[in-house]
């Protein structure tokens, strides 16, 4: 995994914010991409690690040898469970509520001349 330089950091803030939509919109995507691959993975290496756990591995993609190391750890967790207070205590529920804003940028990034409408905008 690669670590921004400082160098690499003051470049990419003093991008025009052209530049930096392209590049967000572009990661968000590649983001998406890749939990849907980690997605399809993750629960087999959940199995194989139940049943085996830590191994060591070496792999070969193109040119580059890449060794790594891979464990499973469990934790223990509690959580309050939102939807059965909601249904037993709605009067408290209700009280307790705050209102709040979140943001969330969307966008599509196509090759000129192939941008196609959408729900998020149009050429």
């Not at 991409?33 to 993975?41: A, G, H, R, T, V």
């Not at 993750?42 to 193109?62: A, C, N, S, W, Y």
């Not at 060794?67 to 909601?86: A, N, Y």
């Amino acid at each position: 995994m690669k670590v921004l330089t400082v160098k690499e950091k003051r470049q990419i803030e003093s991008y025009p914010i052209e530049k930096k939509a392209f590049n967000l919109i572009r990661l968000q995507n590649l983001i998406k991409e890749y939990n849907k691959i980690i997605k399809l993975i993750k629960p087999d290496m959940i199995d194989h690690l139940q049943d085996r756990g830590f191994f060591v591995f070496k792999i070969t993609e193109g040119k580059k040898t890449y060794e790594g190391s891979i464990d499973l750890l469990t934790k223990k967790t509690t959580r309050f469970d939102v939807k059965s207070f909601k249904e037993d205590n709605p009067e408290i529920y209700e009280k307790y509520l705050v209102n709040g804003e979140s943001n969330e940028i969307r966008g599509n990034v196509a090759l000129s001349g192939k941008y196609i409408k959408d729900k998020f905008g149009s050429k």
